[in-house]
Every structure is written in structure tokens, then in C-alpha cells.
């Protein structure tokens, strides 16, 4: 049974690698003809000055081709585009503020190959010595541009450069349109640079005229402010939506002076109700100080189901499968309300045996588009918390034990004006977890360890929380940060003295002791995008946590320790198979369920196009789990702790069907920390408890 288990898994790359190595050894696309040479390289030599190879790079025309695993056509250098990326690089920093650069190209022949050669000589540049304002005299223009001078981009002593002006008139002008100069851009600045004032400075004058750089002075008018004069709310007939809700969201009001922030506030709220597929808004200026503001929102999908499913075995021949069904509803009672449901369940066993672990669970949110307790009008900007209500309960029969769980919490979402930081705060978190029909074998085990009895008790766990998380992206790839931090039975600890204790002096909430501990984790990432459209990539993931019990509680309760293994963790183990530290499967569990309180684990990951919406991987993991208890040296964390890491490798495949990604990993052990660690060769890596195989939905990380 285990070698047919070992074919079904292997044989995907086996097929991988029969697919993959061809494609890198031969092509089909066209060769060169003769006296044609293949640009492989292009140099850039700065021969002094402030520019990076960085800056200019994009402008040279013709690019070698980047490395994929399939093979590319040649590509045959070009002198004239050698020629045109010259005079690209020299307008570039013009625009960048070094005049009169110098740049030289050459190309070296070798064989069938070429290797150009773009050698800058960057020009003078010239520091502004003054600068003078010349503004419209009508109006109230001149005292609302001076009022934002602070704010100007332009110094007395910076470089000289169009970069430089081009930015800071894109900044004024959209600062005047916040004080109410509908339609004001940069096309009214008009600049003047006087070089003869003296050597290497320009007194710069910076120029606001009434008509723009496409007019004649003829075309001047004075620069008025606009007031709203209407403004209207659509959607479709076929969306029952309260509008007293989207009027409150809106902050563009009739008979205000026009703000372009407001349009902009307006707009992001409305799109973060995403009840709507577009939110349009269309200004109309009907005479020549007043705007009108038509807001149309166009109907999106308001229901829909998603089906999630991960999959594991290891050499051992332990399966794993937890699917997972949600529902969500983004207009469920006709005011941009979410409801979640999700039912979920992890089910584990042996094939050759009847051990099983199996829990189901489901669970319940409902967020508001709205901070309970305080009206729109307290939130100014693009942003207004979501107040978020969950309810959840779990069921887990074990050999060892059965467990439930229910748990509720309360608190607000959102992220800031920026966009990119977004948060989570929970005032309120509580859960009561039971264990029953305890293994008498398992118990006897419970109470010849103290710290591990604590830990699987009945308990009552009453706290505060937070996540507050950071996220970006661009061509060149993207990055994370999430933080994590949970406080529990600070409160209770106050009222301890009023309640009932235990024979050990625990506080006792409905029979059970409330648990006092503090947690935190820290989950940062990067991905890098490299190739022709980001046809591979390399992908980093680092995670640190730690959780400390005190007071009421001698351990952290064992739902909320720290694991590693599974689909998205150390790939070369199944979930909570590795570790403590250098402890080895605890005799304890028929199915694996080892944990710690502290985690430390990274990942590295190079992703690649193999054809079509295949793709493959090569990973490494590095981590482990280790736990504060000093009576199992083994498993505790020590100076030394570092020698107890575990480290695997593995191959991946990906197909990405557009709306998700389907993903099989196999890693394989490298370094098991287990009695004392042992490095593990390739002989090792398909024998028994080598390896392991998981089938996942997503990217791990």
C-alpha cells in the first residue's frame, strides 16, 4: 500500500520533470540569420554624478530576453535602437536635471553574441539660488496659494530639474482644487529658470497664470471658486439598499465650497461598502462657480460560496483532509452588511490502522459598516471602522480525548487613510472549551506532567486582541507585515479575590479557570517578480511568535500554542508532527498534535512557468516550535535552541485556473532535530517518515 501511495504522488513530478527538461533544452523559435548577433547583455557605465544604473535602465530600448524555463527566441541586436535608447537616456536627464549629458555606446561582437556597452557622462546641474512667485492679481487665488507655501516641494537650494516641477505642480494643483478651484491643474504653472545670476544656480520663477499652457493670454479668466450645487445618488431599482445610509456616507453636500478630498472620501467609502461593482462620479460645472455632483453605483454579485480544501500525507501513510464551505451575503440586511458562514472540518487517520482524529466546526460573522455607538459625521476621512460580531463552535474527538469549543468576540475593522495599513481590535474575546471522555492512559500521562496538564484542562478564556497589518504591491512584486497580539484574564485577575478557587488556587469561572496569559506573532513577506511579466518569482516568508502564561494560568491553553507542519508551514512534516525542539512523537497522541509556545520559522521559495497555467516550485523551509517547560529539556527553549531547527526541501506544482490556485507540494526532511538531529541524504528523502505530500488551494504564503 505505501509504494502505491508513493507512485500516485511522485508520479506528477516525475511528469513535471519529463515536461520541464525538454522545454529547457531545445526550442522551436527561429535562428539568426547571418551576420545577426544575439544581445545578451546590456552595461551601463556612470562615469560620475548622482545617477544609479537604476534610473536610466528602463530607457535603453532593446532588452535581452530574461530567463525562462521554456526558451525564447533569439533576439537580434539592433543598432539603430542602440542609437535611440542613447538619445532616450540623454532626454531622460534632461528631465532629471543634468544638461548637456554625454552619452556614448559601443558593442562588443563574440561569436553570435552582443554586449552593449552605454557609457553617461551625467551634465551640470544647477541648484536654485531663489524663488520668486508670480500669482494672478484678481481674485482670492494669490492668499490661497500662499496659505499652502509650506507645503511646496521646491526649495532654495535643491537641483534644478523638470522632475522636480512637474511633481510640485501636480501637488499645488491638486491643493487648490481642495480649496475649491474646480478644474485648476498644472497646466496654469509657468516656469522661468535664470541661469546668469551666477555660476551653477538658477533664480527660478514660478509662474500661475489665468489660462493654461494649451491657451493664449487671450483665453485669461479669472480663477474662481466653485460651490455644489446639486447632488445625486443612484443605483439600480433591482438593489434594495437603504439610502439613508449611502446619504451619511456621502460627504459631498449641496451649497459647500468644492473640495476634491471630499469627492475622493466620497468615493472610497461607497467602494468600501463593495456592494457595488463601480461607483461613478461625474462632475458637471453649470455655470462658472457652480458644480454638480451625479454619484451612479452600478449593482455587483451580492452572494456567493467558496469551497477550500487541504490535503496531506506523509511516508508514514497518516492522511489529512480539511475542507472548508463559505458562504458570504455583502448586502444581507440592505445597508452594506457582510455575513459570513463557514463550516469546516479536518479529518485525519491511518490507512493501516483505525486511529482517527476528526473535528467539524462552524462558524458565524457579522460585520456593520458602521462604528456602533458613533455616527458618520465623527469620521472625516476615506475610512469608517466596520464593526465586526463572530460566533464560532468546534467539536474534536480525539483517541486521547473529545473537546468543544464555542467562542465569541466583538470588535471594529478598518485601515488608514493610506490605504495600505489596515487593522483589527477586539475589546472583547471570549471562549469556553470542555474536555471529556479523557483516555485513561492519556490521563495518567496529564498528571505526570504538570505543564502539559495545564495545558489540556477546561478552561475559560476572557481577553482583548489585535492585528494590525501591512500590505503593498507594484510591477516588481509585493510585500507583507502582520502582527498579531492576544491578552487574556487581565480584567478577571481583578475580580479573582470574588470568586471561587480551586484546590491550587486557580479563579473559577463556572467550574473552570479563566486563563491569563499574552501572546504575540509577527508574519512578515516578500515576493519578488523577475522575467519577462513576472514569469517566475522568488517568494520569502519570516514568522516569530510567542505565548507566556502568569498569574491564574501556568500554560497557554493548548488551542492557542504555536504549530508547524501541514500545507502552508514545514512541508516536509504534516501538521503538528515537528517538534517541540528536539522531542520526538509524543507517545501521548495516537495522531500527531505537538506544540509550543514559542515558533520561529522562514520559507524560501523560487516560482516559475513551466507552460500554459502550469507552474512549478523549488522551497525551503527552516523552523520549529519550542515550549517554556524546564522538566523537558528537550523541548524547551534554551540558548542552544537554534541546533533544534528543522529544515526541508521540496518541489511544487501550480496550476492557476484564474480564480484560484490549485498547488501539490512534496517537501522532504533535510534536517530532523529529533535525538540530538540528523542531516538526512537523498537516500533518506523517499524512505519511510521522509517525506511528505500536501494538496493545497492557494499559495502558502
Not at 460651490?227 to 443605483?235: A, E, G, R, Y
Not at 472620501?265 to 461613478?280: C, D, H, Q
Not at 506523509?314 to 464551505?325: F, K
Not at 458613533?374 to 460566533?391: Q, V
Request: with cysteine; proline share 4%.
Amino acid at each position: 500500500m505505501l509504494k502505491a501511495i508513493r507512485r500516485f504522488f511522485l508520479r506528477p513530478f516525475a511528469l513535471t520533470a519529463a515536461a520541464v527538461l525538454p522545454a529547457v533544452s531545445c526550442g522551436s523559435g527561429r535562428q539568426l540569420a547571418d551576420g545577426e548577433y544575439n544581445l545578451v547583455q546590456n552595461r551601463i557605465v556612470i562615469m560620475g554624478g548622482d545617477v544609479a544604473a537604476r534610473d536610466v535602465a528602463s530607457y535603453i530600448k532593446q532588452q535581452p530576453a530574461g530567463f525562462s524555463l521554456l526558451k525564447k527566441d533569439p533576439l537580434p541586436f539592433s543598432a539603430k535602437l542602440m542609437e535611440s535608447s542613447a538619445e532616450n537616456i540623454k532626454s531622460h536627464l534632461d528631465y532629471l536635471g543634468y544638461y548637456n549629458s554625454d552619452v556614448t555606446n559601443y558593442v562588443t561582437m563574440k561569436k553570435s553574441k552582443a554586449y552593449a556597452t552605454y557609457l553617461i557622462t551625467p551634465g551640470e546641474r544647477y541648484r536654485i539660488s531663489e524663488i520668486r512667485y508670480v500669482l494672478p492679481e484678481r481674485g482670492s487665488f494669490a492668499e490661497d496659494f500662499y496659505s499652502d507655501t509650506t507645503n511646496v516641494s521646491v526649495h532654495v537650494g535643491d537641483y534644478l530639474s523638470e522632475a522636480l516641477l512637474e511633481a510640485e505642480s501636480e501637488r499645488s494643483a491638486a491643493a487648490m482644487r481642495t480649496k475649491g478651484y474646480y478644474g485648476f491643474s498644472k497646466n496654469y504653472f509657468f516656469f522661468e529658470a535664470d541661469t546668469l545670476s551666477g555660476p551653477d544656480s538658477v533664480i527660478l520663477e514660478m509662474k500661475v497664470n489665468e489660462y493654461t499652457r494649451n491657451e493664449s493670454p487671450s483665453s485669461a479668466q479669472m480663477l474662481r471658486k466653485s460651490m455644489i450645487s446639486d447632488v445625486t445618488l443612484s443605483h439600480s431599482a433591482s438593489l434594495p439598499f437603504n439610502d439613508r445610509i449611502l446619504r451619511d456616507l456621502n460627504t459631498v453636500k449641496p451649497g459647500t465650497m468644492y473640495d476634491e478630498s471630499e469627492i475622493n472620501n466620497t468615493y472610497r467609502r461607497l467602494s468600501a461598502l463593495k456592494v457595488f461593482n463601480s461607483v461613478g462620479v461625474e462632475l458637471t460645472q453649470t455655470d462658472t462657480n457652480r458644480v454638480r455632483c451625479d454619484i451612479n453605483l452600478s449593482e455587483s454579485r451580492i452572494q456567493g460560496f467558496k469551497v477550500e480544501l487541504e490535503a496531506s500525507t506523509n511516508s508514514s501513510g497518516l492522511m489529512g483532509v480539511s475542507p472548508q464551505l463559505t458562504y458570504h451575503h455583502k448586502n444581507i440586511f440592505h445597508g452594506g452588511e457582510w455575513l459570513n458562514l463557514s463550516f469546516l472540518g479536518n479529518f485525519q487517520f491511518k490507512l493501516n490502522d483505525n486511529t482517527s482524529s476528526s473535528e467539524v466546526g462552524a462558524s458565524a460573522g457579522l460585520s456593520l459598516p458602521r462604528f456602533l455607538g458613533l455616527p458618520y459625521s465623527r469620521f472625516k476621512g476615506p475610512n469608517i471602522p466596520r464593526t465586526e460580531i463572530k460566533a464560532s463552535y468546534s467539536y474534536q474527538d480525539r483517541p486521547e480525548y473529545t473537546r468543544s469549543m464555542i467562542s465569541t468576540s466583538y470588535g471594529y475593522s478598518g485601515s488608514m487613510r493610506s490605504g495600505n495599513l489596515s487593522y483589527q481590535l477586539f475589546p472583547l474575546q471570549v471562549s469556553i472549551v470542555r474536555l471529556f471522555d479523557l483516555d485513561p492512559e492519556f490521563y495518567r500521562d496529564l498528571m505526570r506532567n504538570p505543564f502539559m496538564r495545564y495545558s489540556y484542562q477546561n478552561h475559560f478564556d476572557a481577553g482583548v486582541g489585535g492585528i494590525l497589518y501591512y500590505a503593498s504591491s507594484n510591477a516588481q512584486g509585493s510585500k507583507y507585515a502582520r502582527g498579531l497580539v492576544d491578552l487574556s484574564g487581565n480584567a478577571l485577575s481583578l475580580l479573582k479575590k470574588y470568586m471561587k478557587t480551586s484546590e491550587s488556587g486557580e479563579g473559577l469561572i463556572w467550574g473552570a479557570p479563566f486563563t491569563q496569559y499574552v501572546k504575540g506573532e509577527i508574519n512578515v513577506g516578500r515576493t519578488w517578480s523577475l522575467g519577462l511579466e513576472g514569469s517566475h518569482s522568488i517568494a520569502t516568508r519570516f514568522i516569530a511568535g510567542a505565548g507566556y502564561a502568569y498569574g491564574n494560568s501556568t500554560a497557554v491553553p493548548f488551542e492557542k500554542q504555536f504549530y508547524c507542519g501541514g500545507a502552508n508551514s514545514m512541508r516536509g512534516w504534516q501538521a503538528r508532527a515537528l517538534g517541540p525542539g528536539r522531542c520526538a512523537d509524543s507517545h501521548s497522541f495516537s495522531i500527531p498534535s505537538q506544540t509550543g509556545d514559542v515558533k520561529l520559522e522562514t520559507n524560501l521559495e523560487y516560482r516559475f512557468n513551466i507552460f500554459w497555467k502550469l507552474g512549478g516550485a523549488l522551497f525551503t523551509d527552516v523552523g520549529n516550535v519550542w515550549s517554556w517547560d524546564e522538566s523537558n529539556p528537550e523541548g524547551a527553549l534554551g540558548k542552544d535552541f537554534y541546533k533544534s531547527l528543522a529544515a526541508d526541501w521540496g518541489l511544487g506544482l501550480r496550476c492557476d485556473l484564474s480564480f484560484f490556485v490549485v498547488r501539490i507540494d512534496m517537501g522532504m526532511k533535510v534536517y530532523d532535530p529529533v535525538s540530538d538531529g540528523r542531516w538526512l541524504g537523498p537516500r533518506s528523502w523517499l524512505k519511510r517518515d521522509g517525506f511528505a505530500v500536501h494538496f493545497g488551494v492557494g499559495y502558502p504564503f
